[in-house]
């Protein structure tokens, strides 16, 4: 397939005008002029003409496609697996359609991501590709715990591990902290696992070759999380139980260590002001500025499936870091080569280069002047298969 558009949007916040893409199933084969690469393609190669950008598919870094976005997400449990699976089925695609070709599903029950990851990756689902956690360890009646994962001790912790990777795990997910999804559990800025089995987590994830993403809100968890080498810190609030302690200190061994913050921003980020109040949102969205200007490595999620977050709000959601300052061209690195490169990805996806994974997004307009582009989808190209919007 050759595609040729205004503008491709081939390295950070650099575009090849007047360019083309040639695919060759899944893959990416060259990228360059149009009238070079349209003589290179030969005349009998599916064409497709578009006036706007060409980019690279988005990356959502943090989803559950297990629950549902209504106001009672946790709700949607008490459904068989099997009609969970159908809905889990329908966000995917509602994901792709929206113009994310990856994500990272950070917690469901029964593996069922996993069964779903399966499907798009054999050609039977039109889904984004999706890299799953399985179930998240915690502690009797910790943070999700509805979702079958607690765990004692680092017997157990290990176990965990080793029962995720067995069924296909790309990554492991604790939770080092509580969270406001769990009405009866601990609040999120609590630590929920001592140090040693934290370390014991990490320690069998690493030596099966996977990274560990790490539900931290507290001050304190956050820190723990960083003791044992945790790779991605999720949300990253830094809460605590009288307001938010950002140290410096901590974020500076964050930097260090390269560990990533994925930061997870709802598309309705706006509304936080009034749910929060003016001060505390102010708060808030001030320690994400902080770590940016530091130099943290960020990449963008959208915690998709929780309360009242659908599954097609990562454009949304991206405004938010142009809210605070940070320029076009970084905030969608952040949802692409970031990304790609955080989850492993880094040669497969999340760059518009010869040898990587056809992953491409189609929007009208200019991104890199105007975020807003991003929501004017024409099409999505996943693994090579294009998806033209109706």
Not at 181 to 201: I, M, N, V, Y
Not at 229 to 239: I, P, R
Not at 372 to 390: F, Y
Request: with cysteine; aromatic share 4%; glycine share 12%.
């Amino acid at each position: 397939m050759l595609i040729t558009a205004d503008r491709i949007l081939v390295s950070t916040g650099t575009y090849l005008e007047d360019g083309a893409v040639l695919t060759d199933g899944d893959e990416i084969i060259a990228v360059g002029p149009r009238e070079e690469i349209s003589r290179q393609a030969g005349p009998d190669v599916r064409r497709v003409e578009f006036a706007g950008t060409v980019m690279p598919g988005l990356i959502d870094a943090h989803v559950h496609l297990i629950f549902d976005g209504s106001p009672d997400p946790v709700a949607a449990l008490q459904n068989s697996d099997e009609v969970l699976l159908d809905q889990m089925r329908h966000r995917a695609e509602r994901l792709l359609r929206s113009g994310v070709t990856t994500v990272r599903d950070l917690g469901d029950r029964n593996g069922l991501a996993f069964r779903v990851a399966e499907e798009v990756e054999a050609g039977r689902l039109s889904g984004s590709r999706i890299l799953a956690a399985g179930t998240p360890a915690t502690p009797p009646g910790g943070h999700c715990y509805f979702l079958g994962g607690e765990v004692t001790g680092e017997k157990q912790a290990r176990d965990l591990v080793r029962r995720n990777a067995e069924a296909g795990a790309a990554v492991i997910k604790v939770m080092t902290s509580g969270g406001g999804l769990t009405k009866d559990g601990p609040r999120s800025w609590q630590s929920q696992f001592s140090r040693e089995e934290l370390h014991a987590l990490v320690e069998e994830a690493h030596s099966a070759g996977l990274p560990v993403a790490a539900h931290a809100h507290g001050t304190e968890a956050i820190t723990e999380a960083v003791d044992v080498g945790v790779d991605t810190l999720e949300h990253c609030t830094w809460m605590t139980e009288d307001g938010f302690d950002l140290r410096r200190d901590v974020l500076q061994r964050i930097i260090d260590g390269n560990i990533t913050v994925s930061t997870t921003v709802s598309p309705h980020w706006r509304m936080l002001p009034k749910v929060f109040g003016e001060e505390r949102a102010n708060l808030m969205f001030d320690q994400i500025r902080q770590m940016a200007e530091a130099g943290a490595n960020m990449i963008a999620g959208t915690d998709a499936g929780v309360q009242r977050t659908g599954f097609d709000g990562l454009p949304g959601a991206l405004t938010f870091y142009a809210h605070l300052g940070i320029p076009n061209s970084t905030i969608l690195d952040m949802a692409t080569r970031r990304a790609a490169e955080t989850l492993g990805l880094g040669e497969v996806t999340g760059r518009v280069a010869p040898g990587f994974r056809a992953d491409l997004l189609l929007v009208d307009g200019d991104p890199l002047q105007d975020l807003e582009a991003l929501r004017r989808v024409r099409a999505v190209v996943a693994a090579g298969r294009i998806h033209e919007q109706e």
